[in-house]
């Protein structure tokens, strides 16, 4: 079974790019790579979704290096709203299993 | 409208009782998830259903059992609640099984077991 890792929690301010990396060191050549935000006594939302290299979207941007053992979650310029959770979920035998890593609380101040 | 809902939101009740927990979507999708999160947040998927068939179990008691009687609905049925199953259990659907497809995720149901 894949092993994913995240930072515990991160710290940011508005305005600011934050970047948060997730561990997954067995991950499959074809296997996917999705982000998912929550927020308090909701349910997770969709944020991202990629494979290799970079994904970008009209919330964040994705990057996956070549050997596909990490990716980082990039978000630009956050906003107060974006305090939340963020996790990476990995997806194992060709989507017949997902696992998502621990979760990283953001906390974005003024 | 809401997408993907479950009832209750809030489920209070004692060890050794049997409940059920209903998940509903209107998004036509074909798969449809229960995950559990417990108190340190960690999110694990439990069961998943493609047109009627269960395409993951992951090794969970079988105390709790699945029930989907359309593509729209699939219900969480839970006997003998043990201490331990107190969490928000979250519904969610995708439009196919697997890969490329986005999960969408109800709006959970807590459950506290006395």
């Known amino acids: 079974l894949a092993k994913t890792t995240q930072p515990i929690s991160m710290d940011s301010y508005e305005g600011q790019e934050v970047n948060i990396t997730c561990s997954h060191n067995n991950i499959a050549t074809n296997d996917y790579i999705t982000w998912y935000q929550q927020f308090p006594s909701q349910g997770p939302r969709f944020i991202i979704q990629g494979y290799k290299t970079k994904v970008t979207n009209e919330v964040a941007s994705l990057f996956i290096p070549a050997d596909r053992k990490s990716s980082t979650l990039s978000l630009p310029r956050v906003s107060l709203s974006d305090t939340a959770v963020y996790y990476c979920?990995?997806?194992?035998?060709?989507?017949?299993?997902?696992?998502f890593g621990p979760g990283t609380r953001l906390s974005v101040l003024p | 409208d809401t997408a993907v809902s479950q009832t209750p939101k809030y489920l209070v009740t004692q060890m050794g009782n049997d409940k059920s927990i209903k998940c509903e979507q209107n998004?036509?999708?074909?798969?449809m998830y229960w995950y559990k999160q417990d108190s340190k947040k960690f999110l694990k998927i439990m069961f998943s259903y493609n047109n009627k068939e269960l395409i993951i179990n992951e090794t969970v008691p079988n105390r709790f059992s699945p029930k989907s009687p359309d593509k729209a609905h699939l219900n969480l049925h839970i006997n003998s609640l043990e201490l331990g199953d107190s969490a928000v259990y979250f519904c969610?659907?995708?439009?196919?099984?697997?890969?490329?497809?986005?999960?969408?995720f109800g709006p959970g149901t807590r459950l506290t077991v006395t």
């Open positions: 998004l036509g999708h074909d798969t």
């Open positions: 969610a659907s995708s439009q196919g099984s697997g890969r490329y497809y986005e999960q969408y």
């Open positions: 979920l990995v997806e194992e035998n060709y989507g017949q299993n997902f696992v």
